[in-house]
């Protein structure tokens, strides 16, 4: 391999924001465009970016736009710390650097013909949008979308104008749950499982997708399992510290695997076990 081939992945290229859209108190989606003569980006539902915010660090981030609008990167974060915060602290008009698309993506042509499954805790649903966009604008490759969503408060969701316009799709089954509601929320209080009894499942005709804190997949899949999808239908999507997203640093090791490029998707049939462990 050429030191050319070797850097290409290393380099960020220049991107400007376009958009910063308050999603929640600490939770923001930005757009971001090309510049410079940068290409158009196309991804996979469920890669990621590695995100340059000069002067103050890089960091892994999900694409969380309609993977069929290739002129632009939508991004969905939290501020939990120094990285992120810098990053959601943008305005538009500012440069920041991207790298990527990197990991392995959602399994959308295995569920090619299935319904779909979606299952996502907090920010985790930022990963999985970009199949509920794929899947509604290839409605017909698809039969019954169910999106199951939990948050901790009613003002931690996310894309809630959204998250109400796909409840009114056909064939599409939205349901929101809070961990605590006050005295206004009207819908379901209590953890994402939950809302398995009242999910128009049809297990054997299913393709599950996971996204979230590791101990709510770890009871996601196992409740799944529990109604009757095997493991090789659930896929989930894995997080670990990294820094090249290439497979060089070894940062993200998980077992035999490295989450950037083995991952970030993982069939559930293949890293469940190590799942399993907890603190793993
Ligand atoms: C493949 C991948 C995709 C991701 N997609 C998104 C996304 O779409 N939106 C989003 O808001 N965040 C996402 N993250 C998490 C994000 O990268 C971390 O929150 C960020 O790197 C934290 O950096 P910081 O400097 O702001 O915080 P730090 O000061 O480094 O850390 C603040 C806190 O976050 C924890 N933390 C740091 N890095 C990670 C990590 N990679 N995973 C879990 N916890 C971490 C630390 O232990 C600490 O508790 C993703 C991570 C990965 C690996």
């Known amino acids: 391999m050429t030191t050319a081939a070797i850097l290409e992945p290393m380099t960020p290229l220049l991107h400007s924001v376009r958009e910063v859209v308050k999603e929640t108190p600490d939770t923001f989606t ?3 465009q090309p510049e410079n003569g ?12 590695m995100l340059w915010v000069f002067g103050v660090g890089e960091l892994p981030i999900s694409i969380s736009g309609d993977p069929g609008k290739q002129d632009r990167l939508v991004y969905t974060v939290r501020s939990v710390g120094k990285a992120t915060n810098a990053f959601v602290s943008q305005k538009p008009g500012a440069d920041v650097g991207v790298r990527g698309p990197f990991g392995t993506g959602w399994p959308v042509e295995v569920a090619r013909g299935h319904d779909l499954v979606i299952v996502a805790g907090g920010i985790g649903l930022a990963p999985l949008r970009p199949v509920i966009y794929h899947v509604l604008s290839h409605r017909a490759d698809y039969d019954r979308l169910v999106v199951l969503y939990g948050a901790r ?10 998250l109400a316009s796909w409840a009114r799709q056909r064939e599409t089954q939205v349901l929101t749950t809070v961990d605590y509601g006050g005295l206004s929320w009207r819908n379901h209080v209590g953890v994402v499982t939950t809302l398995l009894k009242f999910a128009r499942l049809r297990p054997a005709r299913s393709v599950a997708m996971l996204c979230g804190p590791e101990i709510m997949m770890r009871f996601v899949a196992r409740d799944l399992e529990a109604h009757g999808l095997g493991r090789s239908q659930i896929y989930v999507s894995m997080e670990r510290n990294m820094k090249c997203a290439v497979g060089f640093c070894g940062h993200c090791q ?15 049939e293949q890293i469940g076990p190590m799942l399993d462990k907890y603190e793993l």
């Not at 991952?263 to 559930?268: A, H, I, N, Q, T």
């Open 153 to 162: 408060s009613p003002r931690d969701l996310l894309y809630r104008k959204e």
């Open 30 to 32: 930005l757009t971001l």
């Open 254 to 268: 998980y077992g035999p695997h490295f989450i950037c490029k083995d991952g970030p998707v993982f069939p559930y």
């Open 38 to 49: 940068a290409p158009e980006s196309s991804f996979q539902p469920g890669q990621f970016s």
